[in-house]
């Protein structure tokens, strides 16, 4: 039995004291990993409420963005419209000018039309009066030769 207390001795004197040392270290690692725990809850916990926060940005922006989008189709469909309207409005006034300035230049070449036959017919008359200019001239030359011949002689 001296062995078997010798044995018991030496437990008690080197390995009791490990033993307690290993079941302190592991008491603390237990209480680490317990925060370690508590912490990656605590993080599990934030991680969803950021989820959540994101889901409820997304859906609020999708809303938005609908929105927005709604907004850009009627302003498109009411200047889709406007532009319509001038449109037809600049093409009535053009097609109005344009029938104005047509009839202003057919006024304007009947105008010319008949400047042109006056001045033909001034042309026509200057004609005439240079041809009894000219038999005037040759009456008036017989003349003078015939008075020079009486009154001379």
Known sequence: MDIKEAVRSVFKEYMLPELEGIKQEQREIKTAIELISRRLDDVNIHLADQSRRIDEVRTELSARIDETNKRIDEVRF?????????????????????????????????????????????????????REEKVMADVLDRLRYLEKRVIGE
Do not use: P, Y
């Open 78 to 130: 009411e200047l889709s419209a406007r532009i319509e309207d001038v449109r037809n409005e600049l093409t009535a006034r053009i097609d109005e000018v344009k029938s104005d300035l047509t009839s202003r230049i057919d006024s304007t070449n009947h105008r010319i039309d008949q400047l042109t036959f006056q001045v033909g017919k001034v042309a026509q008359e200057l004609e005439r009066l240079k």
